[in-house]
């Protein structure tokens, strides 16, 4: 599985942004997602994860009631709408695809990565 990573940029706090993470190679509707980020210098923190039918999900602490996970298996993609952003949400974002038992908020456990999206939060 091939995934690419889509939607980042420089927004302002309080703004909305919306990550899109396309799979290639084989259809998403197996695994489990997540979305992580990571600052640089510092390890890569869970964001969401959401289930292979995209019926449950789940978020950190810091970001539940703000952000959004949710996927489209027949454009084999998942998303990430992020809303009321802060200045320290600024990150790069990273989307993951694991055949793991939903959650999991650990990086290991996925096998596929994308590239990574900046996103940028000015104050």
């Known amino acids: 599985v091939q995934l690419q990573a889509s939607g980042g940029g420089l927004v302002q706090a309080g703004e909305s942004l919306r990550l899109s993470c396309t799979a290639s190679g084989r259809p998403l509707s197996s695994y489990t997602m997540g979305w992580f980020r990571q600052v640089s210098g510092k390890e890569r923190d869970f964001v969401a994860t959401?289930?292979?039918?995209?019926?449950?999900?789940y978020y950190s602490d810091s970001v539940k009631g703000r952000f959004t996970i949710f996927r489209d298996n027949a454009k084999n993609t998942v998303y990430l709408q992020m809303s009321s952003l802060k200045p320290e949400d600024t990150a790069v974002y990273y989307c993951a695809a694991g055949q793991v038992i939903f959650p999991k908020v650990s990086v290991r456990p996925y096998d596929y990565w994308g590239q990574g999206t900046l996103v940028t939060v000015s104050s």
């Open positions: 959401i289930n292979w039918s995209g019926g449950s999900t």
